[in-house]
C-alpha cells in the first residue's frame, strides 16, 4: 500500500514564512557587505592555466595597478615577473598601464640594466647595449629585442602572462616562443 504524505507537513506557517524571508535578508544584506572584507582577506588566486601570475614587488607582495598608475606617465615600474623575472611596466599617456611588460634582462650575457629616463632608453651597464622605450636593440652587442610579456588589468590587479603572438616590434614570431 502506498504511503502518502500529508499536505499539512509541507505548508509552512505565517510566521514561519516570515522569519524565513526576514533570514533571506539578513543573509543577502550580509553577504554584500561582507564582499569588499572577503575580497581583501582572498585574494585573486595567484597563477592561472594560461601562466598569468600576479605582479608582485620585491618582497613579494601584490602590487596594485593604482599603486603604479599614481605615477607620471613614462615611468618604468620594476616589478616581480613570470617566474619572478624583474620586469618593467611602463605608465601611458591616458594613464593605463602598457599591454606590454619589458624584461629586465639584456640579450647579450643576461645583466638586468636600468631605464634611463634622460636618454629614453634602456642600458646596460655590462657591455654597453641599449634598447629604445619598446625593448629594440639600439646598439649591440645585444643581438635581439628585449622580451616582451602581456600585462592586463583586471579590478586593480596586475596580470602578467607569457607572450606568445607575434612580436609586434618585428612583426615576427617572438623569439623567446
Ligand atoms: S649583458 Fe648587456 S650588454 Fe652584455
Redesign the pocket.
Known amino acids: 500500500m502506498e504511503e502518502s504524505i500529508p499536505l499539512k507537513s509541507f505548508s509552512m506557517s505565517r510566521r514561519q514564512l516570515l522569519n524565513f524571508l526576514t533570514g533571506a535578508a539578513v543573509a543577502a544584506t550580509a553577504t554584500a557587505a561582507l564582499y569588499p572584507a572577503a575580497k581583501f582577506f582572498f585574494p585573486p588566486a595567484e597563477g592561472t592555466e594560461d601562466g598569468s601570475l600576479l605582479a608582485k614587488d620585491i618582497h613579494g607582495n601584490r602590487i596594485p595597478a593604482s599603486q603604479i598608475l599614481v605615477e607620471p606617465p613614462g615611468t618604468r615600474a620594476l616589478v616581480a615577473g613570470l617566474a619572478g623575472e624583474p620586469t618593467y611596466l611602463t605608465v601611458r599617456e591616458d594613464g593605463t598601464l602598457h599591454p606590454w611588460g619589458i624584461v629586465d634582462n ?1 640579450t ?4 638586468t ?1 636600468p631605464w634611463n629616463p634622460n636618454e629614453n632608453q634602456f642600458q ?1 651597464p ?4 641599449r634598447y629604445d622605450p619598446e625593448g629594440r636593440v639600439v646598439r649591440g ?2 643581438p635581439l629585442p628585449l622580451k616582451l610579456v602581456r600585462v592586463t588589468v583586471a579590478e586593480d590587479a596586475i596580470w602578467i602572462s607569457p607572450w606568445k603572438e607575434t612580436d609586434p616590434r618585428t612583426g615576427q614570431k617572438p623569439w623567446w616562443v
Open positions: 639584456c647579450h650575457l643576461g645583466c640594466f646596460c655590462c657591455h654597453g647595449s652587442p645585444a
